[in-house]
């Protein structure tokens, strides 16, 4: 396992936690950072910035990534979700996309695991399978998984679908 995540690989952690429309509030990253003692270095930025600020501190006093996969884990925990649990599987898949590259996923159950590490986007088109058989679940048409399969892992869900 790395000793540290690249800069790259934290930068798309706190864009993917700190996303405007899945991720977590500014009051959520204020009781998380406090609960895992990481010091809020720039409140006043905006989310993903003071997350990638955060977390990058955190590592860099450390020298290990140790308090960021602690930092993730109390985030993902899927009982802190149980009033709004349609925000677990947006936040858990964004996560997991910037994850790739680290070789790492938060699981359903709010865990983290190793997983083969993506050095490309196409090469997370495998991991569609996970996002096809959330959609199956949730009672999505059979003719979106079948035509949207590629288009599901490149973020362009509507528009390249329409187009078949």
Same mark, same amino acid.
């Given at each position: ?70 930092? $993730?884990?109390? %985030?993902? &925990? ?5 009033? #709004?649990?349609? /925000?677990? *599987?947006? !936040? =858990? +898949?964004? @996560? ?15 865990? $983290?695991?190793? %997983?083969? &590490? ?5 090469? #997370?088109?495998? /991991?569609? *399978?996970? !996002? =096809? +058989?959330? @959609? ?29």
């Amino acid at each position: 396992m790395a000793k540290h995540f690249a800069q790259s690989q934290l930068e798309a952690v706190a864009g993917a936690m700190g996303d405007t429309d899945d991720g977590l509030a500014d009051s959520e990253i204020a009781h998380l950072l406090a609960s895992c003692k990481m010091k809020d270095p720039d409140p006043a930025l905006t989310k993903r910035h003071r997350l990638y600020n955060a977390l990058a501190l955190s590592q860099n006093v450390r020298q290990d990534r140790l308090a960021v996969l602690a930092f $993730i884990r109390k %985030t993902m &925990k899927p009982e802190r979700f149980a009033r #709004a649990p349609e /925000r677990f *599987e947006p !936040l =858990r +898949a964004n @996560l997991n996309l910037a994850l790739a590259f680290a070789g790492l996923c938060v699981t359903e159950a709010g865990e $983290i695991e190793s %997983t083969d &590490k993506a050095a490309t986007l196409s090469e #997370a088109k495998r /991991r569609a *399978e996970e !996002l =096809r +058989a959330d @959609l199956s679940i949730r009672g999505a048409h059979p003719d979106v998984l079948r035509f949207c399969r590629e288009e599901l892992l490149a973020d362009n869900y509507f528009t390249q679908c329409l187009k078949r």
